[in-house]
């Protein structure tokens, strides 16, 4: 009754089997699921797993001694403390895009260039390349009123435009430092940052084109369509096709909202990697203050969501209450997006506090595999079990980093990494916030996303264990 499994698979039962087999509410689906996790957890369990993350005795004996409650309480807090400003800011940028005529003046421009046929490829690579300085779940938000406008533009494909940003955010986000994941992959396994950097990106080409063509067979096999939202009313997404050009904002002014949290956020990024903290220079020490300020998540998706703003305003400078009609929308379709994603990141918590972590080490100790596909396999598992890729890829490195010596391996560390991230993609579900993430903002159900993203996400992390197999082999680099 207190194995780790046992309690993973009563949670399975409860999430999935509330959500779609009795039609519940995710939230509340979510939230009995970590209130029965965190139940039946033994509270030897749960100081053993606050041990194991760092905490003193003490820390881990009253987090043990703790109500039920107040354990999912604290984790829904933390998720919150994470996504919410960022949620509820992109939800403001989202419905201002949209309603300015912003989002439609970036199709317009890039359907010039591309083409309506190369649109989903264009998606596919800039996700990719906004995945590598900024989150997975940032690029999602700034890029999914693009996804509207440009269905609506071309009358098809919306599952494609879709799938093709998951699929190029998700994989730059393990695969390319320097987010969090693969920054600690390539410190914890030895690897020079550059080399992993390099990698990261020759096998995140792969795996998102290897992505692309799954999505393009989704997008045959399952017609979804945009569908109406309380922040995206269908009616105002055509209403603004249609209009002149001369009546929507300037493309500069149109890209500012996502110019400006992109910008400072991959500038910071860019100081920390270098090691670039202060300069000799007065004006250049402002400016490095002024990136490490503004680049912080947070604040850069307020300033973005400012810039939001304003535009929507200027361009309903004769209707302001359309733009409180906005605010209110948008706050409010964030509000609930804030909710489910909170209470995922809850149940994954308490999934974590059951030691399942642990045990699949345990498990894996003897396995006498090629330390390749073992890395993908571990890592592959924890991600399934308890929804985090991040706490998947340090549980893996965290076992197989002591064997990442060159006097051990026939190939560089670099591909051990590499397996690691590419392990950490499967399986997204419940109990995964990106999941609900993608489900919440694209407008796609529970059982859409299971079919079409879950799997994406899963082929192109199997593909990206070939690639790298393939090249241990014919590229060592020892």
């Not at 043990?64 to 998720?79: E, H, M, N």
């Not at 435009?161 to 695969?175: E, P």
């Not at 109406?228 to 050009?245: G, H, Y």
Request: aromatic letters at 8%.
């Amino acid at each position: 009754m207190t194995d780790p499994f046992f309690i993973l698979s009563v949670g399975l039962v409860i999430v999935v089997g509330g959500i779609i087999g009795l039609k519940l509410h995710p939230f509340l689906a979510l939230l009995v699921g970590a209130l029965v996790v965190a139940w039946i957890t033994p509270a030897s369990a749960v100081e053993q797993y606050a041990l194991s993350i760092g905490n003193d005795p003490v820390a881990a004996a009253k987090l043990a001694g703790s109500s039920i409650g107040d354990r999912v309480a604290t984790r829904f807090g933390s998720t919150v403390g994470q996504i919410g400003i960022i949620i509820a800011m992109a939800s403001v940028i989202g419905k201002c895009m949209l309603d300015s005529g912003a989002a439609e003046r970036i199709v317009r421009s890039v359907l010039k260039v591309t083409g309506v046929e190369k649109a989903p490829a264009t998606f596919l690579g800039s996700s990719f390349f906004l995945g590598i300085p900024v989150f997975f779940d940032t690029v999602f938000y700034l890029m999914i009123p693009l996804a509207k406008a440009m269905a609506i533009r071309i009358g098809k494909n919306y599952l494609l435009l879709v799938l093709c940003i998951a699929a190029g955010a998700a994989m730059a986000n393990s695969l390319v430092p320097p987010t969090p994941g693969p920054l600690f992959l390539a410190s914890e396994m030895n690897i020079p940052l550059g080399l992993m950097m390099v990698g990261g990106t020759l096998v995140g080409i792969v795996t998102i084109a290897a992505g692309y063509l799954y999505a393009v067979w989704a997008n045959k096999r399952w017609s979804i369509p945009l569908r109406d939202s309380i922040d995206a009313p269908l009616k105002e997404i055509e209403s603004l096709s249609t209009q002149e050009s001369r009546h929507l904002p300037n493309l500069w002014f149109s890209l500012l909202p996502i110019l400006i949290p992109l910008v400072f956020i991959t500038a910071r990024a860019a100081l920390y990697a270098y090691g670039v903290e202060s300069s000799s220079s007065t004006i250049i020490n402002a400016l490095i203050e002024t990136v490490f300020f503004l680049g912080e998540k947070n604040l850069a998706l307020i300033a973005g969501g400012l810039a939001a703003l304003i535009l929507l305003a200027v361009q309903k400078s004769q209707n302001k209450q359309k733009v409180r009609e906005a605010m209110q929308a948008a706050l409010m379709s964030g509000g609930i997006i804030i909710l489910i994603t909170a209470a995922g990141g809850a149940f994954g918590g308490m999934l974590q506090q059951t030691g399942i972590s642990a045990r699949i080490v345990d498990l894996t100790q003897g396995f006498q595999m090629a330390l390749i596909p073992l890395a993908f396999f571990i890592t592959a598992v924890v991600r399934t079990a308890q929804g985090s890729a991040t706490v998947a890829m340090i549980t893996a490195s965290g076992i197989l980093s002591g064997m990442s010596g060159a006097d051990i391996l026939d190939y560089h560390p670099l591909y051990i990494g590499l397996s690691i991230a590419c392990g950490s993609k499967l399986i997204p579900w419940m109990n995964d916030s990106g999941f609900w993430i993608v489900c919440k903002m694209s407008g796609l159900t529970e059982k859409e996303a299971l079919k079409t993203f879950s799997p994406l996400l899963t082929i192109m992390g199997i593909a990206g264990l070939v690639v790298v197999m393939v090249c241990a082999k014919l590229v060592p680099l020892n």
